[in-house]
């Protein structure tokens, strides 16, 4: 299990120009989805966004504890989302100037509040979330619907969190980072659960499966076998 997982999470644990492209991206469509008060566009931004690899490599990384593995998703996490989201306000701040939205436009997120309101089951959703996504690494199973499920908890946050930034609007911004945070620190720890679960499980099923088997020491050839003479007297 190991020796493909972690091919595939160092692979997604790298910063690569796709990765910020896509993740860019995901957050315009956002911010275009929030002003917009349209759920088709923030749906297409949870398909885009590709934010599960270097979470998911997060995870692997603290329960193998590789500190090379750890600093790689760290730093494109750190990096690629304060870059994305800068990207996207400057293209916010295009589009109020063209007057295609305006700064009132991110009231529109009272539609969508589940995005920026932090409540009982934000970490819930979170846990679930990663839970399902590392499964679907783990097995080799489909991602398309699992990367949209991760990607209801961050992506939409971080385009909110950049309009309301723009619309001067503090308050949604600190819910929306918020939000984020408590996101994705239970994606990382769903995932590690999950990986602390199948460990276990490997190492108990490795267990029962693998019993010593009894075998008379090695004699030379014209040795008789201990014990052989005696059975053949009492017959």
């Known amino acids: 299990m190991w020796a493909q997982l972690l091919s595939q999470v160092r692979e997604g644990a790298r910063l690569t120009p796709t990765f910020m492209v896509f993740l860019t991206i ?5 911010a275009v989805g929030v002003a917009t008060a349209s759920p088709i566009t923030l749906v297409g931004a949870m398909v ?28 494109t996490l750190v990096i690629s989302f304060p870059v994305a989201m800068m990207l996207t306000a400057l293209a916010t701040l295009l589009w109020i100037r063209l007057g295609w939205i305006g700064t009132g436009d991110v009231e529109n997120a009272r539609v969508f509040d589940f995005i920026y309101e932090v409540g009982p089951f934000s970490l819930v959703v979170a846990l679930l979330a990663g839970a399902a996504g590392m499964l679907a690494l783990v097995t080799y199973a ?18 909110l969190a950049v ?17 984020l945070g408590v996101n994705l620190i239970g994606i990382v720890l769903a995932g590690v659960a999950v990986l602390l679960v199948l460990q276990r499980s490997d190492r108990r099923q490795r267990t029962l499966t693998t ?3 009894r075998r008379h020491p090695t004699l030379p050839p014209d040795q008789p076998i201990p014990g052989a003479d005696e059975h053949k007297g009492q017959n």
């Open 48 to 75: 885009v966004g590709p934010e599960f690899r270097p979470l998911a490599a997060l995870s692997v990384g603290l329960v193998r504890r590789d500190i090379g593995l750890i600093r790689s998703a760290t730093r």
């Open 142 to 159: 489909s991602n398309v619907l699992v990367g949209v499920f991760i990607s209801v908890t961050t992506v939409p946050a971080a385009g």
């Open 211 to 213: 019993t010593p088997e």
């Open 163 to 179: 309009a309301a930034a723009v619309a001067g609007k503090w308050n949604v911004v600190l819910s929306s980072l918020a939000q």
């Open 26 to 30: 995901a957050f315009l469509l956002s």
